[in-house]
């Protein structure tokens, strides 16, 4: 498959008053349709780092940072930045990426289906079946006129999930999604989830501290390994297959 993310030496330190850790990822490539977990205790960096491949956070450093999404043009994601080319990154988010955020981000003053459009309105896509389909492949289809704050803690994971792929992007990120729900409904929307994703081609990378759940899964994962540095004030979390 083709490689879809090129990490090199790319780093990221987040210190407050000298202390704090230093993301450090020596060399990752993620290839289409792959499903990569990212392993890790909490605190250790794996929002940064998604946050990084979805290109909200920029990294202090990088040798290379590249994406080469299935449909669309290869981009150096560190030119860019370096560039703050901020309209070209955003566009590239919303074309490319869907992103399931640990707290589901649901707008909670839109309806189940107003939220899930949103991602197909900012890109000017019109009306078609899209989300009656993905809706019902979810078990959401019922929920679409309720407001978040009416849905049950699953129902949310889904409908965030639902409008992560509406717009049918090749790569989903998804940070802890389901880190609030217990373990048989975690294990029910992710087995749905992983069907809808194999089923249009999308790459997943997702983060947890569920070992053993990423191995029922059959993930693909990238290990975290913390060592202290500058005296035990700074910890460098180093990401590597």
Same mark, same amino acid.
């Given at each position: 498959?083709?490689?879809?993310?090129?990490?090199?030496?790319?780093?990221?330190?987040?210190?407050?008053?000298?202390?704090?850790?230093?993301?450090?990822?020596?060399?990752?490539?993620?290839?289409?349709?792959?499903?990569?977990?990212?392993?890790?205790?909490?605190?250790?960096?794996?929002?940064?780092?998604?946050?990084?491949?979805? /290109?909200?956070?920029? &990294? =202090? !450093?990088?040798?290379?940072? %590249?994406?080469?999404? $299935?449909? +669309?043009?290869?981009?150096?994601?560190?030119?860019?930045?370096?560039?703050?080319?901020?309209?070209?990154?955003?566009?590239?988010?919303?074309?490319?990426?869907?992103?399931?955020?640990?707290?589901?981000?649901?707008?909670?003053?839109?309806?189940?289906?107003?939220?899930?459009?949103?991602?197909?309105? /900012?890109?000017?896509? &019109? =009306? !078609?079946?899209?989300?009656? %389909?993905?809706?019902? $492949?979810? +078990?959401?289809?019922?929920?679409?006129?309720?407001?978040?704050?009416?849905?049950?803690?699953?129902?949310?994971?889904?409908?965030?999930?639902?409008?992560?792929?509406?717009?049918?992007?090749?790569?989903?990120?998804?940070?802890?999604?389901?880190?609030?729900?217990?373990?048989?409904?975690?294990?029910?929307?992710?087995?749905?989830?992983?069907?809808?994703?194999?089923?249009?081609?999308?790459?997943?990378?997702?983060?947890?501290?569920?070992?053993?759940?990423?191995?029922?899964?059959?993930?693909?994962?990238?290990?975290?390994?913390?060592?202290?540095?500058?005296?035990?004030?700074?910890?460098?979390?180093?990401?590597?297959?």
């Amino acid at each position: 498959m083709t490689v879809i993310y090129t990490l090199r030496n790319v780093v990221k330190e987040r210190l407050t008053n000298g202390a704090g850790f230093r993301l450090n990822v020596p060399k990752i490539e993620i290839r289409s349709q792959e499903n990569i977990a990212l392993i890790g205790h909490s605190g250790c960096g794996k929002s940064t780092l998604l946050d990084m491949l979805a /290109l909200i956070l920029r &990294p =202090d !450093d990088s040798e290379d940072f %590249s994406l080469h999404p $299935v449909d +669309g043009d290869s981009s150096d994601v560190a030119e860019l930045w370096q560039r703050n080319r901020q309209g070209a990154l955003s566009q590239i988010r919303k074309q490319h990426i869907g992103y399931v955020l640990q707290s589901g981000g649901l707008l909670p003053y839109l309806t189940v289906r107003e939220n899930i459009e949103l991602p197909r309105r /900012l890109l000017g896509l &019109p =009306d !078609d079946d899209s989300i009656d %389909s993905i809706t019902k $492949v979810l +078990g959401i289809h019922r929920q679409l006129d309720k407001l978040p704050g009416h849905l049950s803690v699953g129902e949310r994971s889904r409908a965030a999930f639902a409008r992560a792929l509406s717009h049918r992007p090749s790569i989903l990120i998804a940070d802890e999604p389901t880190a609030t729900l217990d373990p048989i409904t975690t294990q029910k929307i992710m087995a749905v989830v992983m069907e809808v994703i194999k089923g249009l081609k999308i790459t997943l990378i997702t983060a947890s501290h569920d070992w053993a759940h990423v191995y029922k899964m059959d993930l693909r994962t990238l290990n975290q390994v913390a060592e202290p540095v500058e005296d035990g004030k700074v910890y460098q979390s180093t990401f590597c297959d």
